[in-house]
Every structure is written in C-alpha cells, then in structure tokens.
C-alpha cells in the first residue's frame, strides 16, 4: 500500500465513477441532502461519495477510509411507480456491482485495499426530485507508515551515538530472482542506509508496506521484498550500516 492523501482517494473515486457510462455525474460532499432539495440541480444518474470518520491505526499500519457511496437515479412516478422504482433499483445495483470493480484497477491496487465486504442499503429519496437507489459502505485502506524522519518537525528524533568507525558500505549483487536473501555479514548490525539500484528504500522490520520499504532481520540477516515483488537478477544492493 502507498501512504495516499484523501483528496488522492476521492479523485480517483471520480475517476471511476466518471469512467462508467450509466453515470452522469460524481458528487463529493459532507452532506447528501444539500443536493437533494433542489429540483433539477443534479444530473441523474448520479453518484455519490460521503466520507465517514477515517481509523488511523499503528497495529496494523493503515489508515482506514471509510465511504458511503450512493449510486442514485430518478423514478418515473407518471404511471406504475413501483415497476419503474424496482428498476431503478435493479440498475442502480448493477452500477455498484461495477464501480466496487473499477476500485480493483491494475494500476492502483498496489496502492490501496479495499475491504473485502461491501455492505448495501436501499435507499428512496421523497425530497424533491423522487429517487431511489443503493448505498454501498466502502473501506479504502492506505499505508500508514508512522515515519517521523518524514514529518516537518522542529523535534530531533532521539537517536544513539553513532561510531563513525565502525560505519562500512556493504555491497550485493543478486545472481538471481528472489523474494529475499540473508547475507550473514550484517547479522546484528545496524542499517543507516540502503540503495536498490541507486534508488534509496525504507528498512523496516515488519512487513513491507509499500514497493519503497524492505524488510531488514538483524537477527538473521534476512532481507524481505514486498510482497509481489522480486529483487531480479544482476540487481545491486547498497548498504550503509555500523556495529
């Protein structure tokens, strides 16, 4: 996952719901019913999204952005409404079957997680303009990475003394295509800095979060790539570390 902004979030929900041809219009607002009690304001079929209250957590390094999705159009009351409103409802569940699969993009799906259930309300709107649909909560779940070497702080972070004679530059090139490798010389060492090809990387010591971070046992001498990926053939790894 990638530590995305909310507004990073919700333009991409945009993007989805304009990419679907059974919809007219994306609205995202605090309050569905400022849009509803004007007759003709809104281009039917509309989406839109309702952002809950978001759970930043440090267990599970996430932060948890919870949506109501409506996927809303109008019903045509002139004659048999209720045939014509078991329709609207019919499509308009269709459009969130679809939407919930848009979220699944190949190029954003290392990026995010979306929870795996989806619940969904029926929902009749009697304000103005007659509309039903389905409302759909959706979890989206970015990285949370707690880093404060990245925060705009006056704060120094408390760090030991460091020995800059023991500091060494450790180099590997990899022979193959692997998830991980254990070089043994940096077993209970300390990493400072570590370059993937000359591109700088996060060491964590819990589970890669993102493509940027690899995991580092100082126990072992372990290095981890995130999950899905693979450190390649011919690769050269940099390590900067002291002990």
């Known amino acids: ?26 609205i995202n607002t605090d309050y569905l019913e400022e849009y509803m009690t004007e007759p003709g304001r809104i281009q039917y079929p509309v989406c839109v ?42 499509d308009q569940m ?10 699944q ?21 009697g304000s103005e303009d007659v509309v039903c649909g389905v409302c759909v909560t959706i979890s989206i779940f970015t990285a949370f990475l707690a880093d404060r070497c990245q925060v705009p702080s006056t704060i120094i972070p408390d760090e030991p003394d460091i020995n800059m004679a023991t500091t060494r530059l450790y180099k590997y090139t990899f022979d ?5 490798i254990t070089i043994t010389d940096l077993i209970g060492k300390r990493i400072l800095g570590l370059w993937r090809d000359g591109i700088y990387k996060r060491w964590v010591t819990g589970t890669p979060a993102t493509t940027q971070e690899i995991q580092f046992d ?4 372990l290095f981890t790539a995130y999950a ?16």
């Open 1 to 26: 996952m990638a530590t995305l902004t909310l507004n990073q979030i919700v333009k991409r929900l945009q993007t989805a719901a304009e990419s679907h041809k059974q919809i007219a219009t994306f």
């Open 176 to 180: 193959d295509v692997v998830t991980g």
């Open 49 to 90: 999204s309702v952002l809950q209250d978001p759970i930043i957590s440090r267990t599970t390094k996430a932060t948890e952005h919870p949506f109501k999705i409506y996927f809303l159009d109008l019903v045509n009351v002139a004659s048999d409404t209720k045939a014509n409103m078991a329709d609207v409802y019919s």
């Open 228 to 243: 899905g990926d693979t450190f390649n053939e011919l690769e050269q790894f940099d390590i900067l570390y002291y002990g």
């Open 105 to 125: 993009n190949a190029n954003w799906r290392f990026d995010w997680e979306i929870g795996k259930e989806t619940p969904v309300q029926t929902i009749r709107d």
């Open 218 to 221: 100082s126990t072992t001498g």
């Open 94 to 103: 269709e459009t969130a079957k679809d939407f919930v699969a848009l979220l």
